[in-house]
C-alpha cells in the first residue's frame, strides 16, 4: 500500500555574515532537531514570498532588519518525523545587533569553526557551502 504523501515544511533559512563569520543559534531541546545548531529562520506562510518570511523571522528571532539578501540553494530532506524544504539565503547586509529573542543562545563561527558545531542533518551540505563562501 502506497503511504500518504508527506507535506514538505517550506523554511526560509539566513546564513547572516559579517566579518567573514556566521551567525548560528541554538535550537531549543524542545523543538524539532532540539539542542542542534541552526542558521536562523522559519517557516515560509501560505502566499507569502521566502525574502519576506526571512525578513520576518529574523526579525522575530534575532531583532535584526535585512537590508540585503539573495539566495544560495535549496535543500531539500526527508526527517523520519518530517519533511523539509529548506530555501537557504545569504544576508550580507542588515541592521540592528543580533540578540536571542526567544533566550537561544547566539554564536558568530569562522569557516575553521564551523566543525565544532552540531547541525541537523539537512545542514551537512549548507555548512560546506558557507565554509566556501566564508573562505572566498
Ligand atoms: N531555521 C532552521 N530550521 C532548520 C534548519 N535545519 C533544519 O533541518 N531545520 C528544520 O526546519 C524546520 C523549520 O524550523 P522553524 O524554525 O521554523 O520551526 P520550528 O518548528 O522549530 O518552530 P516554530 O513552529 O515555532 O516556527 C524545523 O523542522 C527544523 O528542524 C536550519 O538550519 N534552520
Ligand atoms: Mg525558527
Redesign the pocket.
Known amino acids: 500500500m502506497s503511504q500518504p504523501a508527506k507535506k514538505v515544511?517550506h523554511?526560509a533559512?539566513g546564513v547572516v555574515v559579517q566579518n567573514q563569520c556566521v551567525l548560528l543559534a541554538k535550537?531549543a531541546q524542545h523543538?524539532?532537531?532540539g539542542g542542534l545548531w541552526?542558521?536562523?529562520?522559519?517557516?515560509v506562510e501560505p502566499n507569502e514570498s521566502v525574502a519576506h518570511a526571512l525578513t520576518r523571522e529574523l526579525q522575530e528571532e534575532l531583532a535584526i532588519q535585512v537590508e540585503n539578501c539573495q539566495p544560495l540553494m535549496e535543500i531539500r530532506?526527508d526527517y523520519s518525523d518530517?519533511s523539509?524544504m529548506?530555501d537557504v539565503w545569504v544576508v550580507d547586509a542588515f541592521t540592528g545587533e543580533p540578540k536571542g529573542v526567544e533566550g537561544q543562545p547566539l554564536t558568530w563561527a569562522s569557516a575553521a569553526e564551523l566543525g565544532d558545531f552540531d547541525?541537523?542533518e539537512?545542514?551537512v551540505a549548507?555548512v560546506e557551502k558557507v565554509r566556501q563562501l566564508l573562505q572566498g
Open positions: 515544511v523554511v533559512v535550537r523543538q524539532h532537531q541552526e542558521f536562523p529562520g522559519g517557516k530532506h518530517k523539509v529548506l547541525f541537523p539537512a545542514n549548507i
